[in-house]
């Protein structure tokens, strides 16, 4: 997501693995949220269109690729569960969130446990995951952001 990102000197920032820190991360997320009430999204470069989506998938590649480096004996990895129906999508998606949530899993290394972050919306439903859960002998674990 960071390619609809129109700020080089952010783009590049966020690309910097290297150079980036969570506080920075912070810093540029709350700048986000200042321009977007400010309504300058354009003047400073973020995207138009689905901006929140789009800045915050940024911010969550970066911040996995941030823990990869910070800790480099655990699996970490961000999944993009695919175009789900949910309301998110406006029910147009392609798969059901039960097919979405089952993409973490199928990977070669093996997982003992699964982290999901969740919004305010819950596309996920924990029925859904307890389902994972039991089926493939996962610890789950959610975590509500507020």
């Known amino acids: 997501m960071v390619q609809f990102i129109h700020n080089d000197n952010l783009r590049n920032e966020l690309r910097d693995i290297k150079n980036v820190t969570e506080e920075r991360l912070d810093e540029i997320n709350g700048w986000f949220l200042r321009d977007l009430k400010a309504g300058k999204l354009e003047e400073n470069g973020w995207p138009l269109t689905l901006s929140a989506y789009k800045v915050s998938k940024a911010a969550v590649n970066a911040y996995t690729r941030l823990l990869v480096e910070e800790y480099p004996n655990m699996l970490i990895n961000c999944v993009h569960p695919g175009y789900v129906i949910t309301d ?31 919004g ?4 996920l439903n924990l029925i859904c995951l307890k389902r994972l859960q039991s089926e493939l002998g996962l610890n789950v674990i959610c975590l509500k952001n507020a």
């Open 120 to 123: 305010d919306k819950i596309c």
């Open 88 to 118: 998110m999508s406006v029910q147009t998606g392609f798969i059901t969130p039960e097919e979405g949530a089952k993409s973490p899993v199928m990977q070669e290394s093996p997982v003992e446990v699964m982290v999901f972050l969740l």
